[in-house]
């Protein structure tokens, strides 16, 4: 389940972080949080224009840690809320997952499917 906060901050700009491990090692890329879309079954919908090697990685190792936060939702100590999400992802190229972020993304050539194994607000 998708916590209230973290719909929130998916409304608000700001950047998403998402690592993954493959044969080379981590790697990091970045999307803005207003790009990300909520499956019906909970998973994040990442669209995906290049992340070429984000999807080598996750072709060898599915899973995936998330940060994202935004300075205008309420965290737990003040202005400012973040999360950590671990889970395990797949690129998809066609089907609704794809379909849906295709009429909002023109570039997009993928989905990045991210399903949530744990969410965590960090602050």
């Given at each position: 389940m998708i916590p209230e906060k973290l719909l929130e901050i998916l409304k608000q700009d700001g950047a998403v972080a998402i690592a993954t491990l493959g044969?080379?090692?981590?790697?990091?890329v970045n999307t803005w949080n207003s790009y990300i879309r909520i499956s019906a079954d909970g998973?994040?919908?990442i669209p995906?224009?290049?992340?070429?090697?984000?999807e080598t990685n996750i072709t060898f190792n599915p899973k995936v840690l998330i940060t994202l936060a935004s300075s205008k939702v309420q965290g737990l100590h003040g202005p400012g809320a973040g999360f950590l999400i671990k889970g395990k992802a797949a690129f998809i190229a066609?089907?609704?997952d794809f379909?849906?972020?295709?009429?909002?993304?023109?570039?997009?050539?993928?989905t990045l499917a991210v399903t949530p194994e744990t969410i965590t607000q960090t602050w």
């Open positions: 044969q080379e090692g981590p790697h990091m998973r994040l919908l995906a224009g290049y992340m070429h090697r984000t066609s089907g609704p379909d849906i972020l295709k009429s909002k993304f023109d570039w997009l050539r993928a």
